[in-house]
C-alpha cells in the first residue's frame, strides 16, 4: 500500500483561503467513488492561524502505478483545477507501508 499525503499552501485572504480550500475538500471526497484504485482519501483544513500550511489530504492507493492513475483522472485533475491561481506552493511525499 501506498500512503500520498500532500500539503497546500494557498493565497489570499483567510476568508479566501478557507473557501478555496472548502470546495477543494468537497471536490477531494467525492473521488473513491469515481477513481477505482482509490482506496480512500481524508482531507483536513488547518484551523491553526499561527502554521502556514492550509490544506493537507492523506490517501491511500495500492502501488505507486495507482497513484499515478489517480493523479491523472479527470475527476482529480478536477478537483486540483480548483486551486488554480491559489496555490502558492505544495509539498507530498508518497510512501509504501
Known sequence: MVKH???FKLTGTADERLAVASA???A???LPAVIEPLESIEVGINANPAE???VVLSALLPTMADVAVYAAHPAHVAAAGLLA???AARA???YEQ
Request: hydrophobic share 50%; glycine share 6%.
Open 5 to 7: 499525503i500532500v500539503m
Open 85 to 87: 491561481g491559489h496555490k
Open 52 to 54: 502556514d500550511w492550509d
Open 24 to 26: 477543494f475538500r468537497d
Open 28 to 30: 477531494l471526497l467525492a
Open 92 to 94: 507530498c511525499v508518497d
